[in-house]
């Protein structure tokens, strides 16, 4: 078992960031998932208005909260869940990685992950002490069940998307093994492929678990849909009886959302037409950026769903990286996520409308 944390990976990017800042016309930064247009306005009045919030706030969420997002999960996902299994998390990347920890994992417990992944789910295993295991194969994992089983569905970092048929597959091998699965949905209303099938689906929806939430989790983050990323806004859902589980830990901890957080967070849940306005700016950034890297030379492999390109020349990552700084635009390396990302780059469309003309003109 390895606990140690490994380096933080982002610092290897910074001599091929000062090569790309180099650029006569400035660096375009296409290799982090960062939020870069307004906070809807009603949002942000929300928060305003919440601001005089001397007492602690409520760790399991104000009941408007709770509804606004149940209300959300049904709109949106067609998931039916229970305001009272709703849970609020300071950002979904604080709950991916304290996750195992707040379950109990630690020596001897495995902490499943896809083999290409956000590097979190690595990290929370070893935070907890447990064992961390990538791979996409469960059956490879042996007699022993694990802890705890990750999926990201649609992905960070190639955007592909598990169709239902494979989730639910996924469902029945745990309950039979009384394994926990979650499911990390942050980019879930970002589909791009309308073919039947590769539109992202939840692990709660009722074609996957049968209309019952046992032995699943769901988290879900208002980062992207709204542009909360500085708000640290996001919730977990799903198996009532783990939910809270969690809360009881998370009293104990003091990992409470700010009140003025939670009430501009339901204001978000409670509106559709933001996140439909946002997601179109995303839609043109995403065509203008494949057109330019496929004429470029590139080939763009899954990316149906989120805010990235997997994008490949055949060959070592950091040869695209270096070959891609060198006209001013920076990108995330594929072994970020896994060794099977050695041959990819991550391409991010977060850019502002300008930024990702300019990244066009330059390929």
């Known amino acids: 078992m390895n606990r ?67 209300g959300w999960l049904r709109r949106r996902l067609g998931v039916h869940a229970d305001p009272a299994a709703v849970l609020p998390a300071i950002g979904t990347k604080e709950m991916v990685a304290w996750l195992p920890t707040l379950l109990g994992a630690g020596p001897g417990d495995q902490v499943v992950f896809p083999r290409l992944a956000y590097p979190t789910y690595d990290v929370g295993a070893r935070l907890a002490g447990a064992d961390p295991v990538a791979t996409d194969g469960l059956l490879s994992l042996g007699p022993v069940a694990p802890k705890l089983i990750w999926l990201n569905s649609p992905s960070n970092p190639t955007g592909a998307v598990l169709p239902a048929e494979h989730l639910r597959k996924v469902v029945s091998w745990a309950r039979e093994r009384g394994v926990l699965v979650v499911n990390d949905e942050c980019y879930i209303e970002l589909g791009w492929d309308t073919a039947p099938g590769r539109q992202p689906v939840s692990i709660l929806h009722p074609d996957v678990c049968g209309g019952s939430h046992e032995g699943l989790l769901a988290l879900h983050s208002l980062s992207k849909r709204s542009n ?43 509106d559709d037409a933001h996140a439909e306005e946002q997601r179109a700016r995303y839609a043109r950034r995403r065509a203008a950026l494949k057109i330019a890297f496929e004429r470029h030379g590139f080939r763009i492999d899954h990316s149906e769903a989120s805010l990235y390109l997997w994008a490949t020349r055949e060959e070592p990552c950091w040869d695209t990286v270096a070959h891609l700084a060198e006209l001013g635009i920076l990108v995330a390396p594929g072994d970020f996520y896994g060794t099977d990302g050695a041959r990819h780059v991550r391409v991010a469309f977060t850019a502002t409308d300008d930024r990702v003309a300019a990244a066009a003109e330059r390929l």
């Open 4 to 70: 140690a944390l490994p380096d933080f990976p982002w610092d290897r990017l910074e001599p091929y960031k000062k090569i790309a800042g180099r650029h006569p016309g400035g660096i375009v930064d296409l290799s982090v998932g960062t939020p870069v247009d307004p906070t809807p306005e009603s949002v942000r009045r929300a928060l305003s208005e919440a601001s005089d919030a001397p007492g602690y706030p409520l760790t399991y969420g104000t009941p408007r909260l709770r509804a606004a997002a149940a």
């Open 228 to 270: 909360l990323a500085g708000y640290r806004a996001g919730f977990v859902t799903g198996d009532p009886d783990v939910v809270a589980r969690l809360l009881a830990v998370r009293k104990h901890a003091g990992m409470m959302m700010p009140a003025p957080v939670q009430a501009a967070m339901a204001v978000a849940l409670d």
